[in-house]
């Protein structure tokens, strides 16, 4: 028994030497598989990609066949390295390639931890874990980067908004929305206009929301709700409209008749309407003529304090010809201004002789027919 004891010694040291020679020839001529990331935590529908070194600490070129396993039903993976998608990829010794690993989380998954493992066959394994943090689920997003904007009544706005579906087949949304009375508001998905939009799983459209105040619009904040339904979820989203008001007028008649006639010399008064058609109020509004030569316009009153939106004053303007105007058509203009608008009112003035003055040419006139006449009887027969 004691002369067989250095015969087990001397066999299990050849075992013990043959395996750490086995080893580290495997160490010098072996492939690895790095990654920095293998723990990663995402939500349902997320796309993780994953940089994957291939290093040859051989003596040889090595052709390693790549594969990944554990891969759950419904996820999807790409391999690809120099822009294909790749099975085998050659490695030089001391050298090293990198590969694109990308891995589809679908959105309809459970909650939890999935072990894969990248393969280097018959030389490394790499073990990836992917934590999905919730429970995948049939929803829809409705958002925007810009749910406020603000302008005038003649303003249009424009939202870009975008709708993502979360779930995890096509869906066809209804678009609906609650303006104000008397606004206009459009859907445009993907710049044509449309009450519904069809989106496949997982996928965004771009939906432009126009609106379009109403022209009697006063200023103030105005919400505008939006919303995408489907079969098992609705998508909401609040935009607002600030109109900060508009300043218009219009100075007319109340009748709407620009014209009148004057005696030469003569006064005419004439009723004027200054009316607020903006949606902001018109403060201190004073008016400005003009007039043909010697002529006289006054204003009555010449200064207005204020015109609330959409309300109307009326002034008297007080026009005289002058003195021995000849008779035709005259147009003076009255302007209404303010610091942020004005409008102007072009009257069409027919100016008239004064009665004495068509008397008298009657008078001329018959004198000298009387005259003519006696000199006929007179002179006539010689």
């Known amino acids: 028994m004691k002369s067989n004891q250095p015969n087990l010694r001397s066999v299990l040291f050849l075992i013990a030497l043959l395996f750490f020679y086995s080893q580290g020839a495997k160490a010098g001529n072996g492939i690895i598989l790095y990654t920095p990331y293998t723990y990663i935590t995402v939500p349902p529908g997320e796309s993780i990609d994953y940089t994957v070194e291939v290093k040859n600490y051989g003596s040889q070129v090595k052709d390693v066949e790549i594969d990944l396993s554990g891969l759950p039903e419904d996820w999807n993976s790409t391999l690809k390295a120099g822009g294909y998608s790749i099975k085998r990829i050659a490695v030089l010794p001391g050298e090293k390639k990198t590969v694109s690993l990308t891995l589809n989380v679908p959105l309809k998954v459970d909650k939890g931890k999935y072990n894969l493992r990248l393969i280097a066959k018959n030389y490394d394994v790499l073990p990836i874990v992917v934590n999905v943090s919730e429970e995948g689920t049939f929803k829809s997003e409705f958002s925007s980067d810009q749910i406020n904007m603000e302008g005038h009544s003649k303003s249009n706005f424009n939202f870009s908004t975008k709708l993502k579906n979360h779930t995890g087949e096509k869906q066809l949304y209804s678009l609906m929305a609650v303006p ?118 006054s204003i009555e009153p010449d200064t207005i304090a204020v015109v609330q939106a959409g309300g109307s004053t009326k002034v008297q303007a007080i026009i005289k010809s002058a003195d021995k105007t000849i008779p035709g058509d005259y147009l003076p203009k009255i302007t209404a201004k303010t610091p942020e608008v004005s409008s102007t009112a072009a009257i069409r003035v027919l100016v008239k002789t004064p009665l004495l003055w068509g008397w008298l040419g009657i008078f001329i006139i018959l004198g000298t027919l009387g005259g003519i006449y006696y000199l006929f009887r007179k002179y006539g027969r010689r």
């Not at 014209?259 to 902001?280: A, D, F, H, V, Y």
């Not at 008016?287 to 006289?296: A, I, L, N, V």
């Open 180 to 297: 104000p009375r008397g606004w206009n508001l459009a859907f445009k998905p993907n710049g044509r206009q449309a009450t519904a939009v069809e989106i496949e799983a997982g996928k965004t459209t771009n939906i432009t929301v126009e609106v379009q105040p109403s022209p009697q619009v006063t200023s103030g904040s105005y919400k505008i709700p939006v919303k995408a339904t489907n079969k098992y979820s609705t998508a909401e989203l609040e935009l607002e409209v600030v109109i900060k008001g508009s300043y218009d007028m219009e100075l007319t008649t109340p009748t709407g008749l620009l014209s009148s006639s004057i005696t030469s010399g003569r006064e005419k008064k004439l009723e004027l309407l200054l009316r607020n058609t903006g949606s902001s109020e018109l403060r201190n509004v004073s008016f400005s003529t003009s007039k043909p030569k010697d002529w006289e316009i």
